[in-house]
Structure formats: C-alpha cells, structure tokens
C-alpha cells in the first residue's frame, strides 16, 4: 500500500527532525509522484513510486541501487535516503534546465552524454538485475494478452522482425553492462554545464547498445547524428556499429510501444496510453521497414 506525501517524510530523519520543511510538486512523471522537499535550507526530491509499477518489470532495489552507483559516478544526482520496503527514494535536488531534442542533437551534447553513458556503463557494479529488450518485449506482451489490450493489426509481423533481430545479434552476443534503459529527453538535466541523468527504474544488465539506440531514437536523430554518437562513444562508426544500432533502435521502439500497451491494462491514471503506444509501433514499423534492414542484418554477423 502506498504512503501518503506525510507519511514518507516521516520516515525520513532528515525531514521529521527538520526545523522547516516545504514541499513542492514536481510536474513531467507519468507513473510516479515527485517533490521536491525543501529542509533547513537545504533541497531534496522525494519520489513517489506509482502502484502497479512491478507489473512493469521494475524493480525498486536494482533503481536504487543504479541511482547510487550513478550519483558516486556523477551521472546523476546523489541518493541520499531509500523509504522500505515501499521503495521510495531521496535524492539530491539539482537546479538544473531540460535541453530542447534539437539541441540535444548537437555534437557538443552528444559528446556530454555518450561519455557519461560511457562512465556508468564500465564503472557502475554490477546489478541484480537483467534487462534484455527481447525478454522484456515477451513479458509485456503476456502482461498486455492477460489484460486484454489492444495489439496493432501488424503486430505478427513485427513478432517476426523481433525473433529475426534477436536470432542475428545472437551470432555475436553482447557483454551485460549496467544500463539506464529509459534514455527520454525529460530524463536529462543540465546544471551549470554538467549533465545528470535522471529517473533509473529501468536500470539493469544490458546491452550498451539498447542504451545509444534507445537514446538516439528518443530524440529522433538522423544517420548523421547516430554516427556522431558512435564516434563519440567508441571513437569510431563502423558499419557493424551503426547496423547494431539501427537494429537496437527498432527494438527500444518495440518495447517503448509494448510499455504503452500494457499501461492501457494496468494503469489508473488518466493517461492517452493507447495514443502512446500507437505512436511507437507506427515508428517501429517504419524503422523495420527501411530499404537497408535487410542488409544490417547481415552486416552485424
């Protein structure tokens, strides 16, 4: 059962023994409630974890433990509290600006976010957690089919592209590496030239590049732009690189639609999910449709 906005701050001992206290909400989640807490001078966000999110797949243990590794790193903000077993977190506030989707696109920020992409991906601990976009797509496929959600008339066919990507990354598998997995334009700050990352429920172990994919999809770039990315993070842009990514951007497209289809079945909020997810699996489509899949296919093995 979930706290309410007092009772988490009760269980807090930097907020029940504060002398003055404010809260503030804080718009731009969907699943989740944040505030931001205001105590003795000091700034806080408490996170509020939405019901029903374990049908998602998340778990609160692995968030908190990738938001801690990353605020050590500097990817992100500095946990400062975790509320169990409700799995609520305090972080440190960070007076920070979202960056515009085309100027996120730029090189400069590119550069900014691969590298810090870079840093959690081979500095973070392990986590306890798998996150495999094609395990995740099934899981949320099942949890749709048992909550009688609306799939797209296509959605044979995009089984289809599925098995036949996952079957030609197999021929060479990926190394696990901690990852974010939920790489949005809302998900990012920029403070005073530093970049944070934020909002790591999805975190796991993964493959970097559902992470880059993931990512350049979320922002739409274009080849050009998924080549600056590749040379940012690796130094360079094969064809083996950008075809895995190409490949990985269908497949974040997929699960991102797969999480708007289940919402439809489990979430309370009143939330156009089914918009969300149709605009995802139009996108999808589109991306496995290319001229070159084919060819990428080919060019990963």
């Known amino acids: 059962m979930s706290l309410t906005l007092d009772q988490a701050l009760a269980r807090v001992p930097l907020f029940a023994n504060a002398r003055e206290l404010k809260t503030t909400p804080l718009t731009g989640g969907i699943t989740n409630h944040n505030y931001r807490v205001d105590a003795d001078g000091a700034s806080y966000v408490l996170r509020i974890t939405g019901e029903g999110t374990e049908l998602l797949g998340i778990r609160r243990d692995v968030e908190y433990a990738a938001n801690r590794a990353a605020g050590e790193l500097g990817v992100a ?60 797509i099934e899981m949320l496929t099942q949890t749709s089919r048992a909550h009688n959600c609306r799939f797209p ?33 809302l ?82 909020l009143d939330e156009d999910f089914q918009g969300y997810a149709d605009l995802w699996f139009a996108r999808a489509t589109q991306a496995m449709q290319d001229a070159q899949w084919v060819e990428w296919l080919q060019t990963i093995v």
């Open 77 to 136: 903000p500095e946990v400062i509290f975790f509320i169990e077993p409700e799995g609520y977190l305090v972080t440190r506030f960070v007076d920070g600006a979202h960056i515009a989707p085309e100027e996120m696109g730029k090189p400069h920020n590119i550069a900014r976010v691969a590298e810090k992409l870079r840093t959690f991906h081979t500095r973070a601990p392990i986590l306890a957690s798998e996150f495999n976009v094609f395990r995740r």
């Open 153 to 185: 008339k296509n959605f044979e066919w995009i089984g289809a592209r599925v098995r036949e990507t996952e079957i030609a990354l197999s021929r060479d598998p990926y190394t696990p590496r901690p990852c974010h997995d939920d790489l949005l334009n």
């Open 187 to 268: 998900n990012f700050l920029d403070a005073r030239g530093e970049i944070f990352i934020l909002d790591w429920e999805y975190a796991g172990m993964g493959d970097i590049f559902f992470d880059l994919a993931n990512f350049a999809s979320h922002h739409r770039f274009d080849d050009d732009q998924v080549r600056e990315l590749l040379r940012a993070y690796f130094g360079d842009a094969t064809s083996r690189r950008f075809a895995r990514l190409k490949l990985m951007w269908a497949m974040s497209e997929i699960h991102e639609a797969m999480w708007g289809t289940t919402q439809t079945g489990i979430s309370k």
